[in-house]
């Protein structure tokens, strides 16, 4: 008997939903044919209706309406009762919008939990149809992406229709005129390319939003500065990408999140000569953020004076995990340094609390440099007294994860791994395939 066959229903299909699922065409018809296999295995899906709960459709030069109109339907007729997530995706350079394939999708998926459309700036919005009103009533989550900044639109249909909508994402999304939104229902909120003192006035007007994310922020579309001091009294989690440009700053001096927990700072790639702007910026946000805040994600950050790095992690002594993501190899050995001080200015420990530190794609450009293995030695020098300092008795209460794109680890990181390991650290290295998939380097 077949190994497979021994496991349970459950087990399968968790299997399975990492293995393939919605995300691409390919992935979807593939998913399809497991059902050929065997009928234990084709039970085991069609008795799953998550699995076939999300659907993402192509629309191009290449489309084949009939062939992937029936694989939507064997989807929707799959799923059950499980919130649908529809992705739909308009191809560059279609040269009429198919009016008559959409009123089939809408035939198809009567109700939509999650709908993502890509691509809608490509046509006049006035030949645009509007969203079906069964839609309108079902959809909870919105993302509505150009794939190219656009001008100003109108759109036909009004966003406050969508009864239920809790999550709305614009990205390079034309800035719509006279449009209402259901502020108060509204608990997430992502804007891409948007101007800057639009997103704060957004900000304001979202007195229940917990989520909320500004990144690439453009020209302010007014001079006039909205009042925001005592808004965001729920809000949780904040992303927020650096502009070095004064209105912006000052717009940002203004903030207040009594109730934050996780903040994401992204600085600009390549961000030369502006790390003393930088530095200003964060100083002014980190100043006003509560006690309550326990996580930390870095984005592209270069590296600061030692002076600011204390002062940050001073402010935010609550912290209990810190994410590096791309970071230069300067900062992450700053951050490691500071760590292992016993004491700051003050006399008091540096981030007491802190359990977890992530550390993602640091190398990522140094790979084809003759000093790569050096830089990873110096790294690797600071986290054997790391773990000794922040936990002695070896009850695993810190950990570090090093996520990475190669394999090739350098021979005073494989030594520093496999002593933290043999003493029983929470210590982890994965590298990563494709960008995606995750895999422990061996013990």
């Known amino acids: 008997m077949a190994s497979t066959r021994t496991l349970p229903v459950e087990i399968l299909c968790h299997i399975f939903s990492y293995t393939f699922g919605g995300e691409t065409y390919g992935s979807q018809r593939e998913f399809v044919r497991l059902g050929h296999i065997c009928s234990e295995w084709r039970d085991a899906i069609l008795s799953t209706p998550k699995l076939w709960s999300q659907f993402t459709l192509y629309i191009s030069k290449s489309f084949d309406e009939i062939l992937d109109l029936q694989l939507?339907?064997?989807?929707?007729?799959?799923?059950?009762?499980?919130?649908?997530?529809?992705?739909?995706?308009?191809?560059?350079?279609?040269?009429?919008?198919?009016?008559?394939?959409?009123?089939?999708?809408?035939?198809?998926?009567?109700?939509?939990?999650?709908?993502?459309?890509?691509?809608?700036?490509?046509?006049?919005?006035?030949?645009?149809?509007?969203?079906?009103?069964?839609?309108?009533?079902?959809?909870?989550?919105l993302k509505l992406s150009s794939g190219v900044l656009c001008e100003p639109i109108k759109p036909r249909v009004l966003l406050n229709d969508f009864t239920h909508l809790r999550k709305l994402e614009l990205k390079y999304f034309g800035i719509p005129r006279d449009v209402q939104l259901p502020w108060e229902q509204i608990t997430s909120l992502k804007l891409d390319f948007w101007p800057i003192d639009l997103c704060m006035s957004l900000l304001v007007q979202c007195p229940n939003l917990v989520e909320f994310h500004a990144l690439h922020s453009?020209?302010?579309?007014?001079?006039?500065?909205?009042?925001?001091?005592?808004?965001?009294?729920?809000?949780?989690?904040?992303?927020?990408?650096?502009?070095?440009?004064?209105i912006c700053n000052l717009l940002s001096h203004q903030l207040r999140f009594?109730?934050?927990?996780?903040?994401?700072?992204?600085?600009?790639?390549?961000?030369?000569?502006?790390?003393?702007?930088?530095m200003g910026a964060l100083r002014s946000l980190v100043s006003n953020f509560p006690p309550s805040i326990s996580q930390l994600h870095l984005f592209h950050t270069e590296g600061w004076s030692d002076e600011f790095m204390e002062f940050v992690f001073v402010e935010l002594k609550g912290l209990k995990s810190i994410h590096l993501s791309e970071c230069t190899f300067s900062m992450v050995v700053q951050l490691l340094s500071l760590l292992n001080k016993m004491n700051d200015w003050a006399g008091s420990c540096i981030l007491p609390v802190l359990a977890e530190i992530v550390i993602e794609s640091v190398f990522l450009g140094y790979r084809f440099n003759e000093d790569s293995a050096r830089m990873e030695d110096k790294i690797a020098s600071h986290m054997v007294p790391l773990f000794h300092f922040r936990d002695p008795h070896k009850r695993r209460q810190f950990s570090l994860h090093i996520v990475q794109y190669d394999k090739t680890v350098s021979k005073g990181m494989c030594e520093a791994y496999f002593?933290?390991?043999?003493?029983?650290?929470?210590?982890?290295?994965?590298?990563?395939?494709?960008?995606?998939?995750?895999?422990?380097?061996p013990e």
């Not at 709908?115 to 079906?132: H, K, T, Y």
């Not at 003493?423 to 895999?439: H, M, P, S, T």
């Open 218 to 246: 453009r020209w302010p579309k007014t001079l006039h500065i909205p009042q925001l001091s005592g808004h965001a009294h729920k809000l949780k989690h904040l992303s927020w990408g650096f502009d070095s440009r004064p």
């Open 258 to 278: 009594p109730s934050l927990c996780t903040f994401h700072w992204h600085s600009p790639p390549q961000c030369t000569g502006l790390a003393e702007d930088e």
């Open 72 to 141: 939507l339907l064997l989807y929707v007729n799959n799923s059950g009762n499980s919130p649908f997530r529809l992705d739909v995706h308009f191809r560059p350079f279609l040269k009429l919008l198919p009016v008559k394939t959409l009123n089939k999708i809408h035939e198809y998926v009567p109700k939509v939990h999650t709908l993502s459309i890509d691509g809608v700036c490509q046509w006049p919005m006035q030949d645009f149809p509007q969203f079906p009103m069964s839609w309108l009533s079902s959809v909870e989550s």
């Open 419 to 441: 002593s933290l390991k043999k003493d029983g650290y929470a210590f982890k290295i994965w590298y990563r395939q494709n960008c995606c998939l995750e895999v422990p380097l």
